[in-house]
């Protein structure tokens, strides 16, 4: 089980054990995992490097800690593919998931010279800010920012943005929406962000931007998300060319 003379350290091989006991769902989410003295003993190592594989699991999400109670195994994250343009409710719904928004923000405001100059629209222009959490089967994934110009996508209300916005766009506005460009970045939970996912403070978090325009070139939308790093992980498939 544990091969002394690999020069892969024990303490990853451990992490990989229990991995495989999650992936296997011989550990499923909400069940208790030994204790380190169990592991010690079962692995005849050191409490220490059973410690830095639990740390480790942790800090990717596939383990948790409750105070006084132990570790347990945390809901299985939620893949994402970077190929292909999808809404989040429509993404979602194809994995048998119940999308869900709360709306914290919606508000016509003035369009500020780096946004304007991003949606090539006019300083001051007025613009749409919305800011929602983003929801499956109830359970808070991320924190949504996004920025429309106002006199592109015409008649927006609270009502549409709480169901789907690019359903709107492309059914009753009959703009077709073409492509976007994502930068993805890690980074660690605010204050604000961590009391709306329902994390700690400075917990891992994916930073995600994206500018996505019409099939004409217009931009439509500039949007800031923040995602839960221990319930979201996103899949590229690459082939050599």
């Known amino acids: 089980m544990i091969d002394r003379e690999s020069p892969v350290p024990i303490y990853y091989q451990i992490e990989e054990y229990i991995k495989n006991l999650i992936d296997n769902e011989e550990l499923n989410p909400g069940d208790a995992i030994p204790s380190e003295r169990e592991f010690s003993e079962q692995f005849s190592v050191s409490r220490m490097t059973i410690r830095q594989a639990i740390i480790n699991l942790v800090n990717e999400g596939y383990l948790y800690r409750q105070k006084g109670r132990g570790t347990f195994v945390g809901d299985k994250k939620i893949e994402?593919?970077?190929?292909?343009?999808?809404?989040?409710?429509?993404?979602?719904?194809?994995?048998?998931?119940?999308?869900?928004?709360?709306?914290?923000?919606?508000?016509?405001?003035?369009?500020?010279?780096?946004?304007?100059?991003?949606l090539l629209i006019n300083e001051h222009d007025p613009l749409y800010e919305i800011k929602r959490i983003r929801f499956a089967d109830d359970l808070p994934m991320a924190i949504e920012t996004t920025y429309i110009p106002a006199n592109l996508v015409k008649g927006l209300t609270e009502d549409i943005?709480?169901?789907?916005?690019?359903?709107?766009?492309?059914?009753?506005?009959?703009?077709?929406?073409?492509?976007?460009?994502?930068?993805?970045?890690?980074?660690?939970?605010?204050?604000?962000?961590?009391?709306?996912?329902?994390?700690?403070?400075?917990?891992?978090i994916l930073y995600i931007r994206r500018q996505t325009k019409l099939t004409n070139g217009q931009p439509l939308e500039l949007v800031k998300s923040v995602y839960r790093a221990d319930r979201y992980k996103f899949v590229i498939n690459m082939k050599r060319n």
Do not use: C, H, W
């Open 161 to 204: 943005v709480n169901r789907s916005l690019y359903s709107y766009i492309e059914n009753e506005l009959g703009l077709q929406i073409d492509s976007a460009k994502q930068i993805i970045e890690s980074s660690i939970a605010r204050a604000d962000e961590a009391k709306d996912l329902g994390i700690n403070k400075n917990a891992p």
């Open 80 to 118: 994402q593919t970077l190929q292909g343009l999808t809404s989040f409710t429509e993404d979602m719904e194809k994995r048998g998931m119940k999308p869900g928004s709360k709306l914290l923000k919606f508000e016509l405001i003035p369009a500020s010279r780096s946004i304007s100059n991003k």
